[in-house]
């Protein structure tokens, strides 16, 4: 029986973590797979006749730069089966998923934006799949947590979702869990707490990236889509920016964090408000079946909630279903990051790998 062959792009954090995984894989499988090609930003590594290839010495490699269009037909000619485990968060790759799915070529990735784009891209990915083609993308929310795989289940076996609801973003589970915690010692200015973040690298290189909702706006619409809701996209329901007005305009991450000072009075309110009525604030997700409605954004938490009972940068996931109905579904644990991010990705290429042989 030919090996499954694997094909890598993204090498970084992520990648990294997940090429050290890769070699400890528990199988329930003889077979073991080959990796047969890999890519880092301007560096491929493969060989014509699809002879296994070390992924660590992408750098030093001298092969030919393969356009998706190529990659798709060199892929599509490898003997036996195929997966592109596909470690970046590049919208190109993404809309290239029809592609190899047609070819017969299966996808393993944390790529929210294949899943949380337009409409169209989710249809042709789910339509363009071929027998011998799977995809899988549990850590495009979560990260490594079984939420993907537990909301399918649901959906699989006949209950029904009524909400979808928690803390999505291990950043801003940090920010406010550190800006207002359930017994009030937050001391810190929020300005001051997002700096902290941004050192401790819970947040993006720009705190913009985070601050602005967006990826949390790409979760929900991940999970409304797998839950039944035809969500056209992250900008198409109510999200919650946190970057003030004034400065959306900033010409630099420098600039926003040297000027996000001057508006710690807001935040401050929000809080104070929060305590008032015996509550605490935090930055929300909900995707309510129900009602059809999908929204990003603070809200005020009772103190004895799940919500407001998370700790560090911890992420909660919510369901409330009808079999779940006296008493919630709850997944909660560490929801980013390059280690756990890849043990999704791993766990996920394990059952792609078991499934094709």
Known sequence: MAPVCIAIIGLGGVGKAFLNQLATLKLQTTSRPVVIFASRSSKQIYTKNYDSVDATTVDSSSSPLLSLSDLTTYLGGAPGKVILVDNTSNQDVAN???????KGISVVTPNKKAFSSNMQLWDDI???????????????????????????????????????????????????NTFAPVDGSGKGKWSEIVSQAKDAGYTEPDPRDDLNGMDVARKCTILARLAGLKVAGPDSFPVQSLIPKQLESASSAAEFMDKLPQFDGDMESYKDNAAKAGKVVRFVASVDVAANEVKVGLEMVEKDSPIAA?????????????????SPLVVQGSGAGGEVTAMGVSADLIKAIERLS
């Not at 990260?143 to 909400?163: E, Y």
């Not at 998370?310 to 079999?323: A, E, M, Q, W």
């Open 126 to 176: 789910f339509n363009s799949t071929s027998p011998s083609a799977l995809v899988y993308h549990e850590s495009s929310v979560g990260a490594g947590l079984p939420v993907i795989s537990t909301l399918k289940d649901l959906v699989a076996t006949g209950d029904q979702i009524t909400k979808v609801q928690g803390v999505f973003s291990g950043t801003m589970s940090f920010l406010f």
């Open 310 to 326: 998370l700790k560090g940068s911890d992420n909660i996931f919510v369901f409330h279903t009808k079999r779940y109905s006296s």
């Open 96 to 102: 290239a998923y029809p592609s190899f799915l047609r």
